[in-house]
């Protein structure tokens, strides 16, 4: 019913930038607040960061100051720039939407497939 399809994610030295996208799909009637998570090898699923659709942010203990989120609630799309980027910030990038669908009783929560980020020089 909702598609979440990431981009941008990729092979970057430390010290440089990317940009993610993530953009919902489908039969959507309202979408809340988007966000991003990550999880790297061997450790849990964090926050990284979440915007609701009165553009209210939130950030991860580890990004603030070098993260920033935003989002185009005209294409249904998120974003996050990452700058300043290190070592640790290497995991997979998770999309998260909370989406109302046509003809649902509630909003639930998708996610997306996920965008691989590596930092490495």
């Known amino acids: 019913q909702v598609q979440l399809v990431e981009s941008g994610g990729g092979l970057v030295q430390p010290g440089g930038s990317l940009r993610l996208s993530c953009a919902a799909s489908?039969?959507?009637?309202?979408?809340?607040?988007m966000g991003w998570y990550r999880q790297a090898p061997g450790k849990q699923r964090e926050l990284v960061a979440t915007i609701t659709s009165l553009r209210i942010t939130e950030y991860g203990d580890s990004v603030k100051g070098r993260f920033t989120i935003s989002r185009d609630n005209a294409k249904n799309t998120v974003y996050l720039q990452m700058n300043s980027l290190k070592p640790e910030d290497t995991a997979v990038y998770y999309c998260k939407a909370d989406v109302w669908v046509q003809g649902g009783n509630y909003p639930q929560g998708y996610w997306g497939q996920g965008t691989q980020v590596t930092v490495s020089s």
């Open positions: 489908g039969s959507i009637f309202r979408l809340y607040a």
